[in-house]
């Protein structure tokens, strides 16, 4: 069993940055998703097991960064610039099934406990 461990989530104010964790030792492709209260999951960010290719939801793309450390144990979150309507709960989740969109909550096998951001106004 695959444990994901998220860590810094918090209270910030808009135009604020946070930088989320996620202890994913010897894990192959990585996303980040959130949820906010009433909203469906919904992609956030991926990055490859090489680190070399990230994806972005056009939401967050030139706010959010997404990399990984060089002995591939931990995946971070670089959030910039943030924003009240990024506030939700926040999950990794790890290793594709099927090969299909990054994108698709379906698509992994593993995910975190998620962590809170909340962004004032």
């Known amino acids: 069993q695959v444990h994901l461990v998220e860590s810094g989530g918090g209270l910030v104010q808009a135009g604020g940055s946070l930088r989320l964790s996620c202890a994913a030792s010897?894990?192959?492709?990585m996303g980040w998703f959130r949820q906010a209260p009433g909203k469906e999951r919904e992609f956030v960010a991926a990055?490859?097991?090489?680190?070399?290719?990230?994806y972005y939801a056009d939401s967050v793309k030139g706010r959010f960064t997404i990399s990984r450390d060089n002995a591939n144990t931990t995946v971070y979150l670089q959030m910039n610039n943030l924003k009240p309507e990024d506030t939700a709960v926040y999950y990794c989740a790890a290793d594709r099934l099927y090969g299909g969109s990054y994108a698709d909550i379906r698509e992994y096998a593993y995910w975190g406990q998620g962590t809170q951001v909340t962004v004032s106004s």
């Open positions: 010897g894990r192959t492709f």
């Open positions: 990055i490859t097991s090489s680190g070399l290719t990230q």
